[in-house]
């Protein structure tokens, strides 16, 4: 890549300080919550036609708009997608907050507000990036996609896996602009949620011993859970740390002078690379097995919820160079690579359209979804040259 073109376009970005800081309290003052993301899309939408590419809306429903922004140069090259999503998670209880979720307001050089790690910040990194190389006049050679679902945060049925079944999801290689706390994320774990519910007999809490406890019974299934979880951190993964389980819900009974005849309790299991959906399912089923041959009158059913694949790079894979030449370009050293815990659409991107895809932004991925979440300011300047640089690298 000419060294001219990489300093002129960092250059300009310096210049859209102003400007990245801005796009980003615009976009964080949007409460684009999960299921709410129709006036985020045409935000974004229309910033993509005001930088000249073709936008398509593809809606799985009314109101839940993904938006597909293509610039084709007419020249014989790769095809880039650039990829990060909508919404976000609400903020919880706002006296956890000491500045408003919405409101986008500066403080010790960084931007608070919700989404502002998850992922507002990487959106904003996309949107200006490209803006700098247009502004620029850089020729470029293939088609550069952008890509904007909604629905990431609950799976992305309305979003990415939407986008797909319609035939829309394809590339050469792709970024995803999910927080990374600026390392490279060349791997994710897959993620698996199921439902345990208990069924009992109900009567009169004064006299328990004519029903049977479901609550009761599923305190023996968290206690063998807790056991499991201890045993999956012996599996471990050199990017992606060990295998976890977690209780996160759960729900049973009536009122307190009624002995509950129902308990319901959901599970998030994350899994490693090298675990199969249906083997991860069948441990579930044999734990409930085990618990009802030692408690005969044990009614435990079991159900799978969500399921989000998870996916892992070839350390070789020319993505990761081209991201972390960029890098360097920006930074004089190369990057951590590491692998991301939580799921993200670079799965789905990798599942469903079999696309090498690497995952990239300035946000503090240990931080996302925290009350007072926040962004650096220099961090997200940093992060943006990175994507444009990347861009020039793949496409220049």
């Given at each position: 890549?000419?060294?001219?073109?990489?300093?002129?376009l960092?250059r300009?970005i310096?210049?859209?300080a102003?400007?990245?800081?801005?796009?980003?309290?615009?976009?964080?003052?949007?409460?684009?919550?999960?299921?709410?993301?129709?006036?985020?899309?045409a935000?974004v939408?229309q910033?993509?036609r005001d930088?000249?590419f073709a936008?398509?809306?593809i809606?799985?429903?009314p109101?839940?708009p993904?938006?597909?922004?293509?610039w084709?140069s007419g020249?014989p090259?790769?095809?880039?997608l650039l990829?990060?999503?909508?919404?976000?998670v609400?903020?919880?209880?706002l006296?956890?907050?000491?500045h408003?979720?919405?409101?986008?307001?500066?403080?010790?050089?960084?931007?608070?507000g919700r989404?502002?790690i998850?992922?507002?910040?990487?959106?904003?990194?996309?949107l200006?990036?490209v803006?700098a190389?247009?502004?620029?006049?850089?020729?470029?050679r293939?088609?550069?996609?952008l890509l904007?679902t909604?629905d990431?945060e609950v799976g992305?049925r309305h979003?990415i896996?939407?986008?797909?079944?319609q035939g829309?999801l394809?590339?050469?290689?792709?970024l995803v602009?999910?927080?990374?706390?600026m390392?490279v994320e060349?791997?994710t774990?897959?993620r698996?949620t199921?439902?345990?519910?208990t069924?009992g007999?109900?009567?009169?809490?004064?006299r328990?011993?004519?029903?049977?406890?479901?609550i009761e019974?599923?305190?023996?299934?968290?206690q063998r859970?807790?056991?499991?979880?201890h045993?999956?951190a012996?599996?471990?993964?050199?990017l992606?740390?060990?295998a976890?389980l977690?209780?996160g819900?759960i729900?049973?009974?009536?009122v307190p002078n009624m002995v509950p005849n129902k308990c319901?309790?959901q599970?998030?299991?994350?899994?490693?690379p090298s675990?199969?959906r249906?083997?991860?399912y069948?441990e579930?089923?044999a734990?409930?097995?085990e618990?009802?041959?030692q408690?005969?009158?044990l009614d435990a059913?079991l159900?799978?919820?969500?399921w989000?694949?998870g996916?892992?790079l070839d350390?070789d894979?020319?993505v990761?160079e081209?991201?972390?030449?960029?890098y360097?370009?920006?930074?004089g050293?190369?990057?951590v690579?590491a692998g991301?815990d939580?799921g993200?659409?670079a799965?789905?991107?990798h599942?469903?359209?079999?696309i090498?895809?690497?995952?990239?932004?300035?946000?503090n991925g240990?931080r996302a979804m925290n009350?007072?979440?926040n962004?650096?300011?220099?961090d997200?300047?940093?992060?943006t040259k990175?994507?444009?640089?990347f861009?020039l690298?793949?496409?220049?």
């Amino acid at each position: 890549m000419n060294q001219e073109t990489n300093r002129t376009l960092q250059r300009e970005i310096d210049l859209l300080a102003p400007e990245i800081v801005e796009t980003l309290q615009e976009l964080v003052r949007i409460p684009s919550i999960t299921g709410d993301e129709a006036r985020m899309g045409a935000t974004v939408a229309q910033r993509c036609r005001d930088m000249g590419f073709a936008v398509e809306i593809i809606e799985s429903m009314p109101g839940r708009p993904n938006v597909l922004a293509t610039w084709d140069s007419g020249l014989p090259g790769p095809t880039l997608l650039l990829n990060d999503h909508l919404d976000i998670v609400p903020p919880g209880p706002l006296e956890y907050w000491t500045h408003p979720p919405f409101a986008a307001e500066i403080a010790d050089g960084c931007v608070f507000g919700r989404g502002t790690i998850d992922t507002k910040s990487g959106l904003t990194t996309i949107l200006m990036a490209v803006r700098a190389i247009r502004g620029l006049n850089v020729p470029l050679r293939g088609t550069l996609k952008l890509l904007f679902t909604c629905d990431e945060e609950v799976g992305g049925r309305h979003g990415i896996q939407h986008v797909a079944a319609q035939g829309l999801l394809s590339a050469d290689l792709a970024l995803v602009a999910e927080p990374t706390t600026m390392q490279v994320e060349i791997a994710t774990k897959a993620r698996m949620t199921v439902e345990i519910t208990t069924r009992g007999v109900a009567t009169h809490g004064a006299r328990p011993w004519l029903g049977h406890n479901a609550i009761e019974d599923m305190m023996l299934v968290m206690q063998r859970l807790q056991q499991h979880a201890h045993h999956l951190a012996e599996r471990r993964d050199p990017l992606l740390g060990f295998a976890t389980l977690n209780i996160g819900l759960i729900e049973g009974g009536t009122v307190p002078n009624m002995v509950p005849n129902k308990c319901r309790l959901q599970v998030d299991r994350r899994c490693l690379p090298s675990e199969k959906r249906a083997e991860v399912y069948a441990e579930f089923e044999a734990l409930l097995d085990e618990l009802r041959q030692q408690h005969p009158k044990l009614d435990a059913s079991l159900n799978e919820l969500i399921w989000w694949p998870g996916y892992k790079l070839d350390p070789d894979s020319p993505v990761i160079e081209h991201l972390s030449a960029a890098y360097e370009d920006v930074h004089g050293s190369r990057p951590v690579v590491a692998g991301k815990d939580a799921g993200t659409d670079a799965s789905w991107i990798h599942s469903l359209a079999g696309i090498p895809v690497v995952m990239f932004s300035p946000g503090n991925g240990l931080r996302a979804m925290n009350a007072d979440e926040n962004v650096n300011i220099d961090d997200m300047i940093r992060a943006t040259k990175v994507v444009g640089q990347f861009v020039l690298r793949v496409l220049g």
